[in-house]
């Protein structure tokens, strides 16, 4: 009986609550803006069909060091920062990485120049440089999407249509 009973609530819920909620909710904060706002400040954006595939394709690091071993960058920042490129491949090869966490090291890669030798020397063929660019990518549209959740609200129409007050002159 219990278990009818909330099968009931939930379906109450369902039917008729959630789309009542939906009716009164303003538009930046459901559907996609609404995921955004709520989810931009712990750096998470949306994967694109494109973006998973490619997750499945950086996940092959098996830590042998041999990309550390090779790369020139890798005194360039202090070991707890940049153990050298098998950081991003070790990254995506357990979890999604926190990326702003990556900013010191990605910024590092600007000097990188033409050089592929952590790519060639892989055993396990990580594609090293497709990670690098997915990286800034993503970084890129966390910052962009961030930027756009603490902005403040656009003002309602008929404000942003009046014309501005003179210098000094408040409310
Ligand atoms: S060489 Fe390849 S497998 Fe080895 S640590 Fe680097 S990315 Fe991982
Ligand atoms: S491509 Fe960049 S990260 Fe890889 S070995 Fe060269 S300098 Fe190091």
């Known amino acids: 009986m219990k278990r009818l ?10 039917v008729f609550l959630h789309p009542i909620r939906q009716l009164f909710t303003p538009p930046d904060r459901k559907g996609k803006a ?3 706002r ?11 069909v494109q973006d998973r595939a490619d997750l499945v394709r ?11 071993a090779v ?6 920042l202090p070991p707890s920062e940049w153990r050298g ?6 990254a995506y090869s357990r979890a999604s990485p926190e990326l702003p966490h990556l900013r010191g090291p990605v910024a590092l890669l600007d000097l990188c120049g033409t050089c592929t030798r952590c790519r060639d020397i892989c055993p396990r063929g990580v594609p090293l440089l497709d990670i690098f660019a997915f990286t800034r990518r993503k970084l ?9 959740a603490s902005a403040p609200a ?6 942003a249509d009046a014309p501005a007050a003179a210098p000094g002159f408040t409310a």
């Open 71 to 76: 790369c020139p960058l890798v005194a360039k």
């Open 38 to 48: 709520s989810y931009a400040p712990e750096a998470l954006v949306p994967a694109t």
């Open 58 to 68: 950086f996940t092959g690091c098996v830590n042998c060091g041999l990309c550390d």
């Open 34 to 36: 609404g995921f955004l």
């Open 85 to 90: 490129p098998s950081l991003f491949a070790l």
């Open 140 to 148: 890129a549209q966390v910052d962009a999407v961030r930027a756009d």
């Open 5 to 14: 009973f909330a099968f009931f609530l939930l379906g109450m819920r369902a």
């Open 154 to 159: 656009a003002p309602p129409q008929d404000e």
